[in-house]
């Protein structure tokens, strides 16, 4: 098997950033297989996105990044080498609603959703015989209702304790129903994703398909996002939306919005894992 390598990149936009990229590739035996960019014209900055395969088999790794760190420095880039047969390492957390972790075990069993899934926790013990018939490791790190700072603080050391044990790549919040500090945002910075059960940034708080419900909405929807210190405000991955008419109950509705939901978190995975997110400040490229 050939080795392929995803690059991606960001640096200010001027003529001449593909010219460069490809031609280095070309000249270190790569052959390009697929390729996207964006230049935005409000940032002034140019993504990048380059799935390429090694074909002269002398060129390493480490020559590749070696040498392409003097291309980036002549471009001011930010960049990063991933290997593209590399399945990334993601924990899942979860509370007392498990449509979405159901679904991204699915995927994961069934092979669509190329990952190492090291560890589940839960704030409760609900889901802990599913896991165990994935022979997935479960954590219940309780945190009680009205929980202290300091409880809240050592719940979540654990959280992170179990995180930083499996080298965790990316953390999936699958209906994760704590609100995580502002020091635990900022460890799990760029590495964390929330799918919201709404189209934000509607309908916030409990309830949102009875809030719905209540305002006669014609769509509903799910996002997904990064998660940050400003609650359900990170960077937007993925959304979708789904039509709903007056003669649906509110349960019919929550039916509806849940499986918009799994299907939106999978996409905002399935992103992550294939490197094709790209931060532009408060929002994101993603190269589909």
């Known amino acids: 098997m050939r080795p392929e390598y995803i690059l991606t990149l960001s640096c200010p936009d001027q003529r001449g950033i593909v010219h460069s990229v490809s031609g280095f590739l070309a000249n270190h035996g790569c052959n390009i297989i697929d390729s996207a960019q964006f230049g935005d014209a409000h940032s002034k900055l140019f993504f990048m996105r380059v799935h390429f395969s090694v074909e002269d088999f002398a060129i390493s790794e480490q020559v590749l990044r070696e040498k392409f760190t003097e291309v980036a420095r002549s471009w001011q880039m930010e960049w990063q080498l991933h290997d593209a047969h590399h399945k990334p390492r993601v924990v899942l957390m979860v509370s007392k609603i498990g449509h979405c972790l159901n679904d991204l075990l699915f995927r994961f069993k069934s092979g669509l959703l190329p990952v190492e899934i090291k560890a589940i926790i839960s704030n409760h013990t609900d889901f802990y015989q599913l896991a165990a018939s994935y022979n997935i490791p479960f954590h219940h790190l309780p945190l009680a209702a009205g929980a202290s700072a300091e409880e809240k603080h050592a719940q979540e050391q654990r959280v992170l304790e179990v995180i930083n044990a499996n080298q965790t790549e990316l953390v999936v919040l699958a209906r994760y129903m704590q609100i995580l500090s502002?020091?635990?945002?900022?460890?799990?910075?760029?590495?964390?994703?929330?799918?919201?059960?709404?189209?934000?940034?509607?309908?916030?708080?409990?309830?949102?398909?009875?809030?719905?419900?209540?305002?006669?909405?014609?769509?509903?929807?799910?996002?997904?996002?990064?998660?940050?210190?400003?609650?359900?405000?990170?960077?937007?991955?993925?959304?979708?939306?789904?039509?709903?008419?007056?003669?649906?109950?509110?349960?019919?509705?929550?039916?509806i919005g849940r499986d918009v939901e799994c299907v939106v978190l999978a996409r905002a995975v399935n992103y992550f894992i294939e490197h094709r997110i790209l931060l532009n400040g408060h929002k994101t490229v993603v190269f589909n």
Not at 196 to 215: E, I, M, T
Not at 224 to 237: M, N, Q, R, S
Request: proline share 5%; aromatic share 6%; hydrophobic share 35%.
């Open 182 to 255: 502002n020091t635990m945002c900022q460890a799990l910075n760029g590495r964390a994703i929330n799918i919201h059960h709404s189209f934000l940034p509607s309908f916030k708080g409990a309830k949102p398909y009875y809030q719905a419900h209540d305002r006669g909405v014609k769509l509903i929807g799910a996002t997904a996002h990064f998660v940050t210190g400003d609650l359900d405000e990170g960077p937007i991955i993925e959304q979708d939306v789904e039509r709903v008419d007056h003669a649906m109950d509110p349960e019919k509705l929550t039916a």
